[in-house]
């Protein structure tokens, strides 16, 4: 079963900045495009930024001039760096492949608040 693993949710105020981390297997990742999603409550995951094998990123309209998707293939690691978080931003964040296959991890919080 392939995992992902996602790291770097916290606590910030607005206006504030995260960067968040996700690992999985180095065959999945090398040759998938990769995108960060998320979940608010009551509401369902969507995708926030995907990027491809090559590097080339794609954003939600959003999160567009805010969030930064990028890969370090070395390491089998994709991350978001989050700039001028807004509350609006606060969910659960997951990493899956784009389209999603593997199994959903546990996911990182993020929560935006004064």
């Known amino acids: 079963q392939v995992q992902v693993v996602e790291s770097g949710g916290g606590l910030v105020q607005p206006g504030g900045s995260l960067r968040l981390s996700c690992v999985t297997s180095?065959?999945?990742?090398?040759?998938?495009?990769m995108g960060w999603y998320r979940q608010a409550p009551g509401k369902q995951r969507g995708l926030v930024a995907r990027?491809?094998?090559?590097?080339?990123?794609n954003y939600a309209d959003s999160v567009k001039g805010r969030f930064t998707i990028s890969r370090d293939n070395a390491k089998n690691t994709v991350y978001l760096k989050m700039n001028g978080l807004e509350p609006e931003d606060t969910a659960v964040y997951y990493c899956?492949?784009?389209?999603?296959?593997?199994?959903w991890g546990q996911g990182t919080q993020v929560t935006v608040s004064s």
């Open positions: 899956n492949a784009d389209p999603p296959f593997m199994s």
């Open positions: 990027i491809t094998p090559d590097g080339r990123g």
């Open positions: 180095g065959t999945i990742f090398r040759i998938n495009a």
